[in-house]
Each structure stands twice: as C-alpha cells, then as structure tokens.
T-cell receptor, first 112, second 111 residues
Framework: NAGVTQTPKFQVLKTGQSMTLQCAQD?????MSWYRQDPGMGLRLIHY???????DQGEVPNGYNVSRSTTEDFPLRLLSAAPSQTSVYFC???????????FGNGTRLTVT | RKEVEQDPGPFNVPEGATVAFNCTYS??????FFWYRQDCRKEPKLLMS???SGNEDGRFTAQLNRASQYISLLIRDSKLSDSATYLC????????????FGSGTRLLVRP
C-alpha cells in the first residue's frame, strides 16, 4: 500500500517557468489537499478538494492551480514560478475533511 | 492574528521530564482537532486526535477547551526520541472545509 505518492522529490525552476507537482493516493480518500511549508510559517493550505470534480482555495492560492479529475490524483500546477514559491510542498489526503490526514513525502522546490 | 497559534519554542527538557504545549484557535466554528508530529525534513504524521472529553495514548494526553478555544498536549516521561516539532491542526467547517495548522512547537529532549 503506497499511501500518498508525490513526485518529483526535488525540483529547481527558473523564474517564469511552469510545472506540475504530482500527487496520487491509493486509499480511495475523498479529501485531498496541498500545503506549502516555509521556515517559521508552518503548513499553509494552498488548495483542497472534497471529491472528484470539486476544488476550492485555501489560505495561499495565488499562483497555483489544481484539478481533481479522478479520486486518486490531485496535481498542483505552478503557472509562472516566482522565487517566493521556493518551499517544501506537501500533498495530503483523508477519508473526509475532518479525518486525520496522510501526507506524502514532500517536494522541495527551488525557484531561482 | 493567525487562526491557529502555537509557541514556537524550542522547549529544551531533560529525559524523563513532563512537558506541555498549548495551541489556541480563533474560529469558533472549528470542529475537529489534531496533534501531528514532524521530524526534521520529513512529512507530518498524526500523533493523536483530540476529543472533547480529552484522550490519552500512552505517555501522551490531549485536551480540548472549547470555552477558551485551545487544545493542549502533555508528554510525560520524555524520551530522546520525542524530539521533534509538534503541530496542532484545526478543521473549520463553516462555508469551507479547511484543515489549518499552527506553526509548530519544537521540542528538544536532552540526555
């Protein structure tokens, strides 16, 4: 049982480039979310989804897009990378929004 | 003001000590509460959910005070392996469905 799988583990982008962070879960969880973690800021919610076809904004959505075409996958797209998006990104899933979350291993993104 | 606030620490305690962390939340619509543990450069992992009546799991005790809007985590008989960052998380379920985290409290247990 793989749980929550994030790819890539590391990525370096130049300012203005776009990319997609992948997240997949095999636990049939309805709820999925993306967080970013910066020193001293804790985990901040970017976007979340309560089921396939349903997404909504979190605390810091600007500069990011998401889609949820299947229950399993919840990719995060950076439209035009900026140095302020340098961070560690975590994808997480849970049975429901008020259930404990299972986190992926994280993606360390650096934007130069 | 942040919606979920924690003392960043670090709390530096000797092995065997008892240590307590608090976490305050500002939104009265908060419904579910959790403590997560995060080791350096790793993903957060659930430590325990927090129930209204309080709950215990071995050396760990969690409590919820809805009137004062805070949750607490008590660790008894601290072990070296307890050194980590402890994150509280609160689910808001009004017009949205968000799990909001505090910034975390760092614990260092020394020999």
């Amino acid at each position: 049982n793989a749980g929550v799988t994030q790819t890539p583990k590391f990525q370096v982008l130049k300012t203005g480039q776009s990319m997609t962070l992948q997240c997949a879960q095999d636990m049939n969880h309805e709820y999925m979310s993306w967080y970013r973690q910066d020193p001293g800021m804790g985990l901040r919610l970017i976007h979340y989804s309560v089921g396939a076809g349903i997404t909504d904004q979190g605390e810091v959505p600007n500069g990011y897009n998401v889609s949820r075409s299947t229950t399993e996958d919840f990719p995060l797209r950076l439209l035009s990378a900026a140095p302020s998006q340098t961070s560690v990104y975590f994808c997480a899933s849970g049975d429901q929004v008020n259930s404990p979350l299972h986190f992926g291993n994280g993606t360390r993104l650096t934007v130069t | 003001r942040k919606e979920v606030e924690q003392d960043p620490g670090p709390f530096n305690v000797p092995e065997g000590a008892t240590v307590a962390f608090n976490c305050t939340y500002s939104n009265s619509a908060s419904q579910s509460f959790f403590w997560y543990r995060q080791d350096c450069r790793k993903e957060p992992k659930l430590l325990m959910s927090v129930y209204s009546s309080g709950n215990e799991d071995g050396r760990f005790t969690a409590q919820l005070n809805r009137a004062s809007q805070y949750i607490s985590l008590l660790i008894r008989d601290s072990k070296l392996s307890d050194s980590a960052t402890y994150l509280c998380a609160v689910t808001r379920m009004d017009s949205s469905y968000k799990l909001i985290f505090g910034s975390g409290t760092r614990l260092l247990v020394r020999p």
